[in-house]
């Protein structure tokens, strides 16, 4: 999973792989929705926390 990624992806690579909008992205990092390392005004995401995101998300769907 990801595997074409860095260990650790930008908020941009981070859309990217959920298929979202940037802006999306920022929103999901700065609710703390997926977690990040701020280093100055950089947003970095280990790929452990998306993909850790990605298996939360995977109980979350909503039943009709």
């Not at 909008?21 to 997926?34: E, F, M």
């Not at 926390?49 to 009709?64: G, M």
């Amino acid at each position: 999973m990801l595997n074409e990624y860095n260990d650790v992806l930008t908020v941009g690579e981070l859309a990217q792989v959920l298929r979202i909008g940037k802006n999306a992205a920022y929103d999901l990092v700065n609710q703390r929705i997926i977690a990040s390392i701020r280093i100055g005004r950089k947003h970095l995401i280990p790929k452990k926390y998306v993909i850790d995101y990605l298996l939360s998300q995977r109980y979350n769907v909503n039943q009709l």
